[in-house]
């Protein structure tokens, strides 16, 4: 196809725009949540894994960690095991989590590397319990507040864990090999060495601060935080979300979410970026254009 003066000056000004970030961004650690339509639409499957193949050639280094939630339902369902949720996790007893480990340890985990195989990368597939990757303690839910005489009720969900702590070595090691580090959500209890099935927006939340990463980008099914007319909203600091989330402009699903992104900004990550995994190449379109797709989060 011939170009014309206007698309060969539209490419000009887009590659010409994106050099400053590649400039600013080489050698640095960007950990990116990989979730939502992103995993299950095959034209946005292949779009990211030309991404972050593309992040690793111009001098970046991408470290993926991946959801798996509806994968996991469906197979649960094909062996009659009925998905049930407490508080928004999932009760997982030891068959529930053999299946867990199954889909995000294996089939999900192995698919991301294949398709970043395919777009020319090398990528490693992990899951937590590799090289002690991911430490875990089991999560704990309280279904009443307790009082003075009475404890509160605790809720048993089962394998459901929390980061207790993370081992950078191994992925570090990979990096400086030029691979593209893919870790499935899977922790080991530090006290009694059970596998945990952990959210996968906590574990790049904590990868994040432990690798004194740059950015921190959650692919979600949303724009991004919206104002109370439904705009997007970005650029902002910690202290504009926390008054966003005081006045309840910030609330439901979306408030985990933002609370992980605080917290990884509050602990030395440079920025946090909450993005529209629709919007196909959104990881390259929030890295190297002005106006990117989704919400920046910044100290």
Known sequence: MTLTPQSAADRTRILTEALPYIQRFHGKTIVIKYGGNAMVDENLKRGFARDVVLMKLVGMNPVVVHGGGPQIGQLLEKIGKKSEFVQGMRVTDRETMDVVEMVLGGLVNKEI???????GGKAVGLSGKDGGLIRARKMVLKKSPGT????????????????????PHLVALLDTGDFIPV???????????????I????????????LKAEKLILLTNTAGVLDGEGKLLTGLSVKDVK????????????LPKVNYALDAVSSGVRSAHIIDGRVEHAVLLEIFTNEGVGTLIKS
């Open 113 to 119: 590397v294949n398709l970043i195989s395919q777009q």
């Open 148 to 167: 003075e005489k009475l404890p509160p009720e605790i809720i048993d969900i089962g394998h459901v864990g929390e980061v207790s702590g993370i081992d």
């Open 183 to 197: 870790i499935a959500p899977i922790g080991v209890g530090e006290e009694d060495g059970l596998t945990y099935n």
């Open 199 to 210: 959210n996968a927006d906590v574990v790049a939340g904590k990868l994040a601060i432990t």
């Open 243 to 254: 008054g966003l989330i005081e006045n309840g402009t910030i609330h439901g699903g979306m």
